[in-house]
């Protein structure tokens, strides 16, 4: 079946430790996103890639880093410079031109 | 820049009532306009989406929506509330086709009651 995974589902890291997310897809979908969920916050867009070997930031992407090597890896590192990231961490995907996201399950970062 | 304002963080029906959540759009141009559902602990899902067909959209589960631009409002809603429908529910907006990204609003969280 197509989708989106995403691992781990759960990360525990200390604080100053840089962690990395991974999100894999195979819908064959151009574009990839991360968004980042707090709790009466909505979704907050972090980066977002439209092809391989580029991205863009979002609203909120310091202390946040991406790459897209593949076309079906988009991997988010959480840097020591983050201030807050204990958080829901949702990628997703979408057809070019589409508008509409196919998520993952998301990954749940809590910082000790 | 677009973004969309959901009013009332939370809302709580009876089996069986109507279920209506609001979502107010703002949008320089002619907007797509989205609802999702999240249940616990899981990505989002898309219901339906608004992409300047016709104003009455119906959707997964029994959802609809209508898009109004008098008054820049896309409600969802739902005849007869189930306890499966328990989940949050966000709108969002998006100035596609020259924009890729949506924005998203706070979300709404439905309790359903027995």
């Known amino acids: 079946d197509g989708g989106i995974t995403q691992s781990p589902k759960y990360l525990f890291r200390k604080e100053g430790q840089n962690v990395t997310l991974s999100c894999e897809q195979n819908l064959n979908h151009d574009a990839m996103y991360w968004y980042r969920q707090d709790p009466g916050q909505g979704l907050r867009l972090i980066y977002y890639?439209?092809?391989?070997?580029?991205?863009q930031k979002g609203d909120i992407a310091e202390g946040y880093s991406v790459s897209r090597e593949k076309k079906e890896s988009f991997p988010l590192t959480v840097t020591s410079a983050q201030k807050n990231p204990t958080a829901f961490y949702l990628c997703?995907?979408?057809?070019?031109?589409?508008?509409?996201?196919?998520f993952g399950e998301g990954s749940r970062l809590t910082v000790l | 820049a677009q973004s969309v304002t959901q009013l009332g963080s939370h809302v709580s029906v009876s089996e069986g009532a109507l279920v209506l959540l609001r979502c107010n759009y703002s949008?320089?141009?002619?907007?797509?306009l989205f609802w999702y559902v999240q249940y616990p602990n899981q990505g989002l899902q898309l219901l339906l989406k608004y992409t300047s067909a016709a104003t009455l959209v119906k959707g997964i589960n029994g959802f609809e929506a209508e898009f109004k631009k008098s008054e820049t409002s896309f409600h969802l809603t739902k005849p007869s509330a189930h306890m499966s429908d328990a989940a949050e529910y966000f709108c969002?907006?998006?100035?596609?086709?020259?924009?890729?990204?949506?924005?998203f609003g706070a979300g709404t969280t439905v309790t359903v009651r027995a």
């Open positions: 969002a907006v998006s100035d596609l086709p020259n924009d890729y990204k949506l924005s």
């Open positions: 890639s439209q092809i391989v070997n580029d991205f």
């Open positions: 997703a995907s979408s057809r070019q031109g589409s508008g509409e996201l196919f």
């Open positions: 949008s320089s141009v002619p907007p797509y």
